[in-house]
T-cell receptor, first 114, second 114 residues
Framework: AQSVTQPDIHITVSEGASLELRCNYS??????LFWYVQSPGQGLQLLLK??????LVQGIKGFEAEFKRSQSSFNLRKPSVHWSDAAEYFC????????????FGTGTRLQVTL | DVKVTQSSRYLVKRTGEKVFLECVQD?????MFWYRQDPGLGLRLIYF???????EKGDIPEGYSVSREKKERFSLILESASTNQTSMYLC?????????????FGPGTRLLVL
């Protein structure tokens, strides 16, 4: 069975500082990996996704993530955080044999201090 | 852009009432999903549908049913609402095909059962 772990429940960074949110997954083959962002009271918006090819993927809002098969990780990064990045971030994994279902992590809440 | 809409943003119901949550997508997606989101638990899949009149149970189907009579519409039904069904409900859709695991989310319905 596939699973996702986001070890950090809550992270606080200063505006302008760099950010890395951790995601570890469990899946037997090459996974489909996603990062979504959720602003308060809103639905989830896709930030970026990895299916195959280049292991460093670029997303919207200046975010990027790197797929590391050896570490079963797909960490999300941003070089300089803006106050508007404060939100909850979800990592998700899907596989070829799972009928388009995704499994989500429990989320990391990002707080940005000015 | 993909648009997924949910019939209500906020809903207050009483214990024992029958509750309908509706979701509509405008991109002719084959797959549709219902999740509930609770603090610390992330997103948990209730039901999904991969075609009209087809449905499969997710991880937490107890107390819920679904209906998909038209491709664009997927309804979640709480047959007899209970206080432990107070939650945020998110609908999503995706297409079948290359990269088809990307799910697009609606804004969510926050349900309070008194």
């Amino acid at each position: 069975a596939q699973s996702v772990t986001q070890p950090d429940i809550h992270i606080t960074v200063s505006e302008g500082a760099s950010l890395e949110l951790r995601c570890n997954y469990s899946y037997g083959a090459t996974p489909y990996l996603f990062w979504y962002v959720q602003s308060p009271g809103q639905g989830l918006q896709l930030l970026l996704k990895y299916f195959s090819g280049d292991t460093l993927v670029q997303g919207i809002k200046g975010f990027e993530a790197e797929f590391k098969r050896s570490q079963s990780s797909f960490n999300l990064r941003k070089p300089s955080v803006h106050w508007s990045d404060a939100a909850e971030y979800f990592c998700a994994v899907g596989g070829t044999g799972t009928a388009s279902k995704l499994t989500f992590g429990t989320g990391t809440r990002l707080q940005v201090t000015l | 852009d993909v648009k997924v809409t949910q019939s209500s943003r906020y809903l207050v119901k009483r214990t024992g009432e029958k509750v309908f949550l509706e979701c509509v997508q405008d991109m002719d997606h084959e797959n549709m999903f219902w999740y509930r989101q609770d603090p610390g638990l992330g997103l948990r899949l209730i039901y999904f549908s991969y075609d009209v009149k087809m449905k499969e149970k997710g991880d937490i189907p107890e107390g819920y049913s679904v209906s998909r009579e038209k491709k664009e519409r997927f309804s979640l039904i709480l047959e007899s609402a209970s206080t432990n069904q107070t939650s945020m409900y998110l609908c999503a859709s995706s297409f079948v095909g290359g990269g088809g695991k990307t799910q697009y989310f609606g804004p969510g319905t926050r349900l309070l059962v008194l």
